[in-house]
């Protein structure tokens, strides 16, 4: 917080918009943000916060007593899908779930079909079909640790929050189902001892010049959690970068490179995006680093660039990530809601803020690095809130921060570390509740008492887990040796299960002469030529599907640039392009997992007195595009190998 003008204590909020250039949210006095809460809907699952509240034994912590949350044959595991998911997804994610099944043994629960999701479903209707109520977890109705696999838009953040209150509950989604294979394959390492880290935890806290909401996260959010661990924790090395030396190049260092932790522990601007803008899909949540200089002399310069921030798309693919936790205090930093949920503190009608609900970027890309990616990320959907930690008249309120990250130095599950914001929320729900009660009939309050309340209540809901809340850091023990991160490798996810087109075409053969009825009405002769249509539609079907599976074999994807894309001319026979645009990225990818890939490089000259050196680099940003090509040749693909096999299978049905 600090003073203007007129001496009016100003409340700061984090976030950047990334196509301006100015805060997400300006400045606001506590008088003006009061006027918006007083007007707040209490949270739906109030009574649940309060039945939550009230329950001054903590021991359990979210599981009911008497059982370890860090032994999986006790707390459980489960898995929630949509109800109308692609089984796809649970295929690629089968070498996870046979884990988890053998480790939670009858504590497995996986709800899908009818058991799964169901639209609009909130989440006490969604548990009392399965048997259970409010209290603690009890992993004897249903488990403990709860996974949801899906996009916030197929099963909502909303009940994600609801269910966090009493179970530990993480969520992933992927754009394809080499992601989720990849993520499977990197807990499964991970959980069965392939992974040895270092007792190594860091924690990156970002200053830039003129900007009150980054120093105050940096001054007293980071700053006081290292020293804190650093004296607390004897047998781990905790490392900070801080203010200059929490710069971009840094980052990428910490996220992958040859600094990367087994835990990380982030603060800084997230970025955000207007609806529309190119970038926001991807590039929401990003980490704005210290490259960037401020508010005041970025004033009038318009977008920001890549240049000052970190996405999921500036991950290298050499990255070694396997293993890590990162905790992200940023905007957005874990995902993005469809409407802005604080929208009336920039006094406007709730309005969407999205084209839908979605991860963020950063996320998902550490999750599902094919080389090997992160257990888990926790961090923010929508934005993040100064008041979480630093409150008017008392100072420093680390407490929930530390407790969380010493527990998951103690090895702990990151479900049940989490457990310490979850008791935040509930107190600060409770508490809140009553003071607007009160207001509600002409109580005196305090507008930033108020305000604070409101925006640790709204901060403490959102901190959500992407990844398993099962997952925890795979360190050594004090007196062990600790390993390098090994590189993991997973088998390509085909697009169809093995079928002959042969099969398929007999499958398509004409079935045998029917008995004749004894009166036909005219109809036979209609319904042979009928059947004769559908066969002849059905086996140039089948010819197209062979084809389609045949050309799954020598997949390509070419990419080129060109200075003038007005001269580029195009052969639409050959399917190839002039002479004027220059080939710069190839990857064939073949159906037994066979690759080639032709990786793009380019010059770098620098000048060391009378010297001049000229080394080759990857040029990484033309080849992350190139790789989200990749992955959106073979989801298309996939979509389209799917669909034609479905129309088959849909006509086969109408022949016999």
Same mark, same amino acid.
């Given at each position: 917080?600090?003073?203007?003008?007129?001496?009016?204590?100003?409340?700061?909020?984090?976030?950047?918009?990334?196509?301006?250039?100015?805060?997400?949210?300006?400045?606001?006095?506590?008088?003006?943000?009061?006027?918006?809460?007083?007007?707040?809907?209490?949270?739906?699952?109030?009574?649940?916060?309060?039945?939550?509240?009230?329950?001054?034994?903590?021991?359990?912590?979210?599981?009911?007593?008497?059982?370890?949350?860090?032994?999986?044959?006790?707390?459980?595991?489960?898995?929630?899908?949509?109800?109308?998911?692609?089984?796809?997804?649970?295929?690629?994610?089968?070498?996870?779930?046979?884990?988890?099944?053998?480790?939670?043994?009858?504590?497995?629960?996986?709800?899908?079909?009818?058991?799964? =999701?169901?639209?609009?479903?909130?989440?006490?209707?969604?548990?009392?079909? $399965?048997?259970?109520?409010?209290?603690?977890?009890?992993?004897?109705?249903?488990?403990?640790?709860?996974?949801?696999?899906?996009?916030?838009?197929?099963?909502?953040?909303?009940?994600?929050?609801?269910?966090?209150?009493?179970?530990?509950?993480?969520?992933?989604?992927?754009?394809?189902?080499?992601? =989720?294979?990849?993520?499977?394959?990197?807990?499964?390492?991970?959980? %069965?001892?392939?992974?040895?880290?270092?007792?190594?935890?860091?924690?990156?806290?970002?200053?830039?010049?003129?900007?009150?909401?980054?120093?105050?996260? %940096?001054? $007293?959010?980071?700053?006081?959690?290292?020293?804190?661990?650093?004296?607390?924790?004897?047998?781990?090395?905790?490392?900070?970068?801080?203010k200059d030396k929490a710069t971009k190049a840094r980052l990428g260092r910490l996220l992958g490179g040859d600094q990367t932790p087994a835990l990380l522990f982030t603060a800084s601007h997230g970025m955000e995006f207007p609806l529309g803008d190119k970038r926001q899909i991807s590039h929401q949540g990003a980490l704005l680093c210290q490259d960037w200089p401020g508010p005041n002399e970025w004033r009038g310069q318009g977008p920001i660039t890549q240049d000052f921030y970190f996405a999921g798309d500036d991950l290298t693919g050499e990255a070694s990530l396997l293993g890590l936790l990162t905790f992200h205090f940023a905007c957005y930093g874990a995902g %993005?809601?469809?409407?802005?949920?604080?929208?009336?503190?920039?006094?406007?009608?709730?309005?969407?803020?999205?084209?839908?609900?979605?991860?963020?970027?950063?996320?998902?890309?550490?999750?599902?690095?094919?080389?090997?990616?992160?257990?888990?990320?926790?961090?923010?959907?929508?934005?993040?809130?100064?008041?979480?930690?630093?409150?008017?008249?008392?100072?420093?309120?680390?407490?929930?921060?530390?407790?969380?990250?010493?527990?998951?130095?103690?090895?702990?599950?990151?479900?049940?570390?989490?457990?310490?914001?979850?008791?935040?929320?509930?107190?600060?729900?409770?508490?809140?509740?009553?003071?607007?009660?009160?207001?509600? =009939?002409?109580?005196?309050?305090?507008? =930033?008492?108020?305000?604070?309340?409101?925006?640790?209540?709204?901060?403490?809901?959102?901190?959500?887990?992407?990844?398993?809340?099962?997952?925890?850091?795979?360190?050594?023990?004090?007196?062990?040796?600790?390993?390098?991160?090994?590189?993991?490798?997973?088998?390509?996810?085909?697009?169809?299960?093995?079928?002959?087109?042969?099969?398929?075409?007999?499958?398509?053969?004409?079935?045998?002469?029917?008995?004749?009825?004894?009166?036909?009405?005219?109809?036979?002769?209609?319904?042979?030529?009928?059947?004769?249509?559908?066969?002849?539609?059905?086996?140039?079907?089948?010819?197209?599907?062979?084809?389609?599976?045949?050309?799954?074999?020598?997949?390509?994807?070419?990419?080129?640039?060109?200075?003038?894309?007005?001269?580029?001319?195009?052969d639409s026979k050959t399917h190839k392009l002039g002479d004027e645009a220059r080939l710069q990225a190839m990857t064939r990818i073949a159906l037994d997992g066979d690759l080639l890939i032709l990786i793009p490089e380019r010059k770098r000259t620098a000048q060391e007195g009378d010297e001049t050196h000229t080394e080759i680099e990857i040029d990484e940003r033309l080849w992350a595009i190139h790789r989200e090509?990749?992955?959106?040749?073979?989801?298309?693909?996939?979509?389209?190998?799917?669909?034609?096999?479905?129309?088959?299978?849909?006509?086969?049905?109408?022949?016999?």
């Amino acid at each position: 917080m600090a003073n203007n003008a007129t001496n009016e204590e100003l409340l700061y909020f984090n976030g950047v918009n990334g196509a301006t250039g100015e805060y997400g949210l300006p400045p606001m006095t506590g008088e003006e943000l009061s006027k918006f809460i007083q007007g707040e809907a209490p949270p739906e699952n109030l009574a649940e916060l309060k039945f939550r509240h009230q329950q001054q034994d903590r021991r359990h912590l979210g599981v009911k007593e008497g059982v370890d949350p860090k032994n999986l044959a006790e707390a459980g595991w489960g898995v929630i899908f949509a109800h109308d998911a692609d089984l796809a997804v649970k295929e690629a994610l089968s070498e996870l779930l046979d884990l988890r099944r053998e480790q939670a043994g009858p504590y497995f629960k996986t709800y899908e079909g009818p058991d799964g =999701y169901r639209p609009n479903e909130p989440k006490p209707k969604f548990l009392a079909r $399965h048997g259970a109520g409010p209290g603690p977890a009890d992993p004897e109705k249903v488990p403990y640790y709860l996974l949801i696999v899906g996009s916030p838009e197929a099963i909502p953040y909303r009940f994600q929050y609801q269910l966090d209150v009493q179970y530990a509950v993480g969520r992933i989604h992927f754009e394809t189902l080499q992601e =989720y294979a990849n993520y499977a394959r990197s807990v499964v390492q991970v959980e %069965t001892g392939a992974v040895k880290l270092p007792r190594q935890a860091s924690f990156f806290g970002v200053a830039n010049p003129d900007d009150k909401a980054t120093n105050l996260s %940096t001054e $007293h959010l980071v700053q006081p959690l290292s020293k804190k661990l650093k004296k607390g924790q004897s047998d781990w090395k905790v490392s900070a970068f801080l203010k200059d030396k929490a710069t971009k190049a840094r980052l990428g260092r910490l996220l992958g490179g040859d600094q990367t932790p087994a835990l990380l522990f982030t603060a800084s601007h997230g970025m955000e995006f207007p609806l529309g803008d190119k970038r926001q899909i991807s590039h929401q949540g990003a980490l704005l680093c210290q490259d960037w200089p401020g508010p005041n002399e970025w004033r009038g310069q318009g977008p920001i660039t890549q240049d000052f921030y970190f996405a999921g798309d500036d991950l290298t693919g050499e990255a070694s990530l396997l293993g890590l936790l990162t905790f992200h205090f940023a905007c957005y930093g874990a995902g %993005t809601p469809l409407n802005d949920e604080f929208s009336k503190q920039a006094f406007k009608e709730r309005e969407a803020i999205a084209p839908h609900p979605f991860v963020a970027g950063l996320p998902t890309k550490l999750l599902s690095h094919p080389r090997g990616g992160a257990l888990a990320v926790v961090g923010h959907v929508e934005r993040a809130w100064g008041y979480s930690f630093l409150w008017p008249d008392a100072g420093e309120q680390t407490t929930v921060f530390e407790s969380t990250l010493e527990r998951l130095l103690d090895g702990h599950p990151v479900g049940s570390a989490i457990e310490y914001f979850n008791e935040r929320y509930a107190e600060l729900a409770a508490d809140l509740s009553v003071l607007l009660e009160d207001i509600e =009939y002409n109580a005196s309050f305090d507008p =930033y008492n108020l305000a604070g309340m409101w925006t640790a209540n709204n901060d403490a809901r959102s901190y959500v887990i992407i990844g398993d809340p099962a997952a925890r850091l795979p360190v050594a023990e004090p007196d062990e040796a600790p390993s390098e991160r090994p590189v993991i490798e997973v088998k390509p996810v085909a697009a169809l299960s093995s079928i002959p087109p042969q099969a398929v075409a007999d499958a398509l053969a004409p079935p045998a002469a029917p008995i004749e009825a004894e009166v036909e009405f005219g109809l036979r002769e209609v319904g042979a030529d009928i059947a004769s249509s559908l066969r002849t539609v059905s086996r140039k079907l089948v010819d197209i599907l062979t084809t389609a599976i045949d050309d799954l074999t020598s997949q390509e994807v070419l990419t080129y640039t060109s200075e003038d894309l007005k001269k580029v001319s195009y052969d639409s026979k050959t399917h190839k392009l002039g002479d004027e645009a220059r080939l710069q990225a190839m990857t064939r990818i073949a159906l037994d997992g066979d690759l080639l890939i032709l990786i793009p490089e380019r010059k770098r000259t620098a000048q060391e007195g009378d010297e001049t050196h000229t080394e080759i680099e990857i040029d990484e940003r033309l080849w992350a595009i190139h790789r989200e090509m990749v992955d959106l040749a073979q989801a298309n693909k996939i979509a389209f190998v799917k669909a034609l096999a479905e129309t088959v299978g849909t006509l086969l049905q109408a022949l016999r």
